[in-house]
């Protein structure tokens, strides 16, 4: 067996990658992507109740001061996510990139400054790095787009986070359970998961592939679909359900519950029939970089 | 429904004006408070040097920055908020959290610091509901992810105690035009959140209905 390298790669060094986490979790922060922004204008568009429309109103005035004062568009600076794309022929130290996203996380923390919402789960002693033992959280996934590394960085909020539902349900619970389920869970989370949000749907997989799928789905931006057909049709059919419940914004009343219910899917056992829900709050926040060889293009 | 102004401290009467729907823009003072500040008041029995009887909460953990304690060395420095801050601290962003997690707080703060009103978002329980009704409390909706704007209400960190727990400090804001804010819980047992959960529970059966999974 040899090791074969060719002239034709991408190199992200490390010092790339610290100065890009840092750089994509203030700005995450502070900037919420376009999808979303038009979500806000959709649904002021066609909310009805008059205390809703208020709520709506206050949001988006929020995201204009958030930008004219360059300041953070919620106080809660989450639980700090990265997730890497890297393509083929992409030549990068795999340790040292986890090491740098960390790095960067905390120069983030330190020299803005931010609120560090990160603890010890036993101690809840705070290090005031937003880092810790697996935190941030870094999930890598290899694709096939030559000579390119993405990064993105969600900042996860609490309040929404805390609105997480998994169950095993069985085969003969069917698709109905499953529907149920998640109209269940967005009744119970109600105003606590900050609405309006993105209700991310795992079905299939095993108990934490579910719950994974589920981040996932709440995590993709507005306009986005289920690749999986059959997902797809239940993203239409969840999205009208879950918004006719009333909930609100805020938990208020009215009929802006949800921008939209996203659903992804994964195989699963015979005897398995596992749901899961994650919620992403209003200040669905992302924000990315992308290296080429052309250079770093920063978006959402 | 009406618009109030509350200039903190308030009194029972001022709280009993106050009904669902209405809304309040509270003036001068507003404390921070949050999960381990009320774990180490009420289950630790750490007591606080501030006096909060009349007071108003709001249920935070805010971004702040260390600035110098000397007010004139401070105001040199442009600082994003105004005022004295001989606390050592100036606002970076200041917003609300879930209420719900300190739900079981606020009997303990109303009776044993007499504190009458609860900002937050996404509401509280029956026993808070409870408490208002008997103590003369109410709880007042703050957009949540709003935070951006209600920074600009807070014109200043005028002290902190319990620092240890930072960002989870007893925090004493300064604020002007604190609002609208929304009163969602009333003093007379009226609750905005139970309103909505009960229509909402309502109508869940037509909804899985139609979803085929009645």
Not at chain 1, 94 to 103: D, E, F, T
Not at chain 1, 240 to 265: K, R, Y
Not at chain 2, 1 to 13: F, G, S, Y
Request: with cysteine; hydrophobic share 40%; charged share 20%.
């Amino acid at each position: 067996m040899s090791v074969i390298t060719t002239p034709d790669k991408l190199r992200v060094t490390p010092d790339a990658i610290e100065e890009a986490a840092k750089l994509l979790y203030i700005r995450a922060l502070k900037i919420l992507p376009d999808d979303i922004k038009q979500g806000f204008f959709r649904l002021d568009s066609t909310e009805t109740d008059g205390l809703a429309k208020s709520v709506l109103a206050t949001m988006i005035e929020n995201i204009a001061v958030a930008e004219r004062t360059e300041n953070l568009l919620c106080q809660d600076t989450g639980i700090p996510i990265f997730n890497v794309q890297i393509g083929r022929d992409v030549e990068v130290d795999g340790w040292a990139l986890k090491q740098a996203i960390a790095r960067g996380t905390e120069r983030a923390t330190r020299e803005h400054p931010l609120r560090s919402s990160v603890v010890h789960p036993i101690t809840r002693v705070n290090a005031h790095t937003s880092c810790g033992a697996h935190v941030p959280v870094i999930h890598v996934d290899f694709v096939e787009t030559p000579r390119t590394l993405r990064l993105e960085m969600i900042p996860k909020g609490s309040g929404s986070e805390n609105g997480s539902f998994l169950q095993m349900l069985i085969p003969a619970d069917g698709l109905s359970g499953v529907k149920r389920f998640v109209v269940d869970a967005a009744i119970k989370a109600g105003g606590k998961v900050c609405p309006p949000t993105i209700l991310g749907v795992g079905v299939g997989g095993t108990s934490d592939l579910c719950m994974h799928l589920a981040k996932v789905a709440a995590t993709r931006p507005l306009g986005s679909v289920c690749a999986d057909a059959e997902g797809a049709k239940l993203e239409v059919e969840l999205s009208e359900a879950v918004n006719s419940l009333g909930i609100g914004p805020q938990g208020l009343g009215g009929d802006s519950t949800a921008f939209a219910v996203h659903v992804e899917v994964a195989a699963t056992h015979i005897t398995m029939n596992p749901v899961a829900v994650n919620v992403q709050c209003h200040s669905a926040r992302r924000a990315s970089a992308t290296f080429t060889p052309e250079g770093v293009v920063v978006g959402f | 429904m009406a618009h109030h102004i509350l200039h903190m401290p308030a009194t029972e009467a001022d709280i009993r004006k106050l009904r669902v729907g209405d809304t309040v823009t509270l003036q001068d003072t507003l404390f921070g408070i949050r999960d381990a500040t009320q774990i180490h008041m009420f289950d630790r029995g750490r007591r606080t040097r501030f006096d909060l009887n009349g007071h108003a909460v709001i249920h935070t953990a805010p971004n702040v920055r260390k600035v110098d304690p000397n007010p004139s060395a401070s105001l040199a420095q442009e600082p994003a908020t105004r005022g004295t801050n001989h606390s050592g601290y100036e606002a970076v962003c200041i917003g609300t959290t879930t209420s719900d997690r300190m739900e079981r707080f606020t009997r303990p703060l109303m009776e044993r610091e007499g504190v009458r009103i609860i900002i937050g978002k996404g509401g509280l329980r029956e026993d808070s509901a409870r408490a208002f009704q008997e103590l003369g409390g109410c709880y007042l909706a703050v957009i949540g992810g709003a935070a951006a704007l209600e920074t600009t209400w807070i014109t200043a960190i005028e002290d902190v105690d319990m620092d240890d727990l930072n960002p989870e400090s007893l925090w004493r804001f300064a604020i002007r035009d604190f609002g609208p804010l929304i009163v969602g819980m009333d003093s007379h047992g009226g609750s905005l959140y139970r309103d909505v959960q009960a229509s909402v529970e309502a109508k869940r059966a037509a909804v899985l209905a139609k979803l085929g999974a009645g």
